[in-house]
């Protein structure tokens, strides 16, 4: 990512990396443990990180072969490299232990990367590998576990092919020595030959229908029983929409809200999406996405670089837009896409212009006259928004920098054992907002009242702005951030959940609860074990934000890569209650995101 490459000394796109590549030689894990069980005991020296000495292959003596130590011996990131070679379509039995509640009915629906490789070529990204989803189905006590890929066209034509006929976002479709400049001039007005419409992040419902999502205009209808894809959504033709963040926002009422980009006359601009609910007397007639319209639009604060967003939030009164100084820029994205070349080099790292945060107001669509600037930061995933004592309080996982996207480059994932900044450029921390709402211009010192919070915000620019200064939640690095989300989205609330981002700590696969007002961590996790995103289920008689459980889909690390299973835990004590292990027959790759359908 050229762009990146401004501010970032140890970025993979600025030659560093390909530098470091040429004068050391990298062990992956992998390697280290092909070579581990050449001696014996080497699986328990393995785990601590001791270098090896095995036994030589040569039968006139013994040689002695030292492995170079890992610098992060507990971390296995070959868990992001897996490739799911088998479909589950039959529902898979699994293995329990403890009690799992029976009052729990429903469906996790998981999403990620599963599958690297078509033919000879290897996607070079992380986001480039083929959506896999994953279905937990929990029903008294037992669960079954199901996989199957997103058919997209990519997916599809790409299989037949055996090679990326479309660019994904990092990696450039094979050489096609018939597609001339005047055919790649022409594939700009038919979006999916220009843009892949592989979606490998998230899987949520829309209306009374469930979609599987990325970042492009293309959304995939899954059928929520066996995983296919149904069918293909285009919110480019329907909206002119040109991408979409990958977190929607749901009401209890069955409506929806998505952040969307689109071109408007004056440029570009932010688009805020609206899914009405569906009636039972309209199923059939039209589906959420037909019925959905556009109902606040704001102009982006660059006419040629608008900010790269993968969420935001929502209050009752409000949307809220992080306008991180990571943008994308208009330009590169037009000559990538008449070179053929992927999109990521349109990220520019623009710190220098801070971090914008705009408030729209859900009444009249319109942004708020107040301006707010915070810090320069690099964000992917919000926690909560929620108003309190006439200031709006926004929570956000938030990195120094966009380095941690360079992170999940395929070489880099392979190379992380020998890098000893890989853990530095992931490291991120919660960190909380605190917004007045209708601040009085002539104020010195800090505008903010609220009293959970350490955040400040002072009048900058001779009042014309006003500068948020932020307060660490969690000394921990949290990732996939989630709350008790259909009692607590938009309010006022405690408690947040999330895996680790750290790296380097004692066990990376751990799994966090926040105390937001005490800033006190719980933490559960289990050597070689790696959880994903926690989604929180409330208990039938909630008393308490707490009360209920999370579900939490798991990975081993090392030998055990078909190894999966469906984790509970109390969420308030967070003690583990049941889980059900799973032997898949290839496998099982780390998932990103989801959600749980409950059923009566």
């Known amino acids: 990512m050229e762009g990146l490459a401004a501010t970032t000394k140890t970025s993979l796109c600025d030659g560093t990396m390909k530098f470091i590549c040429a004068k050391l030689h990298f062990w992956s894990i992998a390697e280290q443990k092909k070579a581990a069980n050449q001696a014996d005991n080497l699986d328990k020296k393995e785990s601590n ?18 492995n170079p130590p890992l610098t992060y011996p507990n971390c296995d990131l070959n868990i992001w490299l897996r490739t799911c070679q088998t479909e589950i379509i039959t529902p898979l039995e699994g293995v329990s232990t403890g ?40 029903r008294d006590g037992r669960v079954t576990y199901q996989t199957r890929y997103v058919n997209s066209t990519s997916y599809v034509q790409n299989t037949a092919a055996q090679k990326l006929l479309v660019p994904e976002f990092t990696t450039p479709a094979a050489p096609d020595p018939c597609k001339t400049i005047f055919h790649r001039i022409s594939s700009l007005f038919v979006l999916d030959q220009v843009v892949s419409d592989n ?7 829309l209306g009374d229908e469930l979609y599987a999502f990325a970042e492009t205009p293309f959304i995939h209808r899954i059928d929520p029983i066996t995983l296919e894809t149904t069918g293909r959504e285009n919110l480019h033709d329907r909206m002119k929409v040109i991408n979409q963040s990958s977190h929607p926002h749901f009401t209890k009422n ?27 007397n309209e199923k059939g007639i039209l589906n959420a996405v037909e019925r959905a319209r556009i109902v606040a639009t704001i102009p982006c604060r660059s006419a040629k670089e608008p900010s790269y967003m993968h969420s935001f939030s929502i209050t009752s009164s409000y949307f809220i837009l992080i306008e991180q100084p990571l943008t994308v820029s208009f330009k590169t994205i037009l000559g990538s896409l008449l070179k053929g070349k992927p999109i990521v080099h349109a990220l520019k790292w623009r710190p220098e212009k801070k971090t914008r945060i705009r408030v729209i107001s859900r009444t009249t669509g319109m942004e708020i006259q107040t301006q707010y600037v915070t810090e320069a930061f690099f964000f992917l995933h919000t926690v909560n928004a929620f108003e309190a004592d006439n200031h709006l309080i926004i929570d956000i996982c938030c990195y120094a920098n966009a380095e941690m996207l360079d992170c999940m ?16 450029m992931f490291r991120g921390r919660p960190k909380r907002f605190v917004l007045p709402l209708s601040p009085k211009q002539g104020i010195k010192g800090n505008l903010n009242t609220y009293a959970d919070s350490l955040s400040e915000a002072h009048w900058i620019n001779d009042d014309s702005a006003v500068y948020v200064q932020s ?23 405690r408690y947040f959940y999330a895996i680790s981002s750290d790296v380097d700590a004692d066990n990376p696969g751990t799994l966090i609860k926040v105390d937001t007002i005490e800033k006190k961590c719980r933490t559960w996790a289990e050597p070689n074990v790696y959880a994903s995103e926690p989604i929180f289920i409330p208990h039938p008689e909630a008393k308490a934000e707490d009360d209920g459980v999370l579900l939490s889909s798991l990975i081993w690390g090392g030998n055990n890569e078909n190894r999966t299973g469906l984790l509970v835990l109390d969420a308030a004590t967070f003690t583990e209650m049941g889980r059900t292990e799973f032997q898949a027959p290839s496998p099982v790759p780390k998932c990103l995101h989801g959600y749980f359908a409950a059923t009566k």
């Open 99 to 138: 009690a799992i509640p029976t009052w729990i009915n429903g469906s996790l629906y998981r999403n990620g990367p599963g599958k690297q490789n078509f033919g000879h070529q290897t996607v070079n990204h992380l986001f480039d590998a083929s959506g896999l989803l994953h279905l937990f189905k929990v």
């Open 254 to 280: 069955g409506e929806a809200f998505q952040l969307g980009q689109k071109i408007g006359s004056k440029g570009p601009n932010y688009a805020i999406i609206h899914y009405p609910p569906v009636a039972d």
């Open 409 to 424: 480059y395929i070489e880099a994932l392979k190379n992380a054992q020998s890098d000893p900044n890989y853990a530095s």
């Open 49 to 66: 990180g001791v270098p090896v000495i095995s036994d030589s292959a040569d039968s006139t003596g013994a040689e002695i072969q030292s």
């Open 199 to 205: 979606a490998m992040i998230s899987v949520y419902p």
């Open 471 to 493: 307060d660490e939640l969690c000394s921990l690095g949290c990732e996939t951030p989630t709350i008790n989300y259909n009692v607590y989205n938009g309010k006022s609330y």
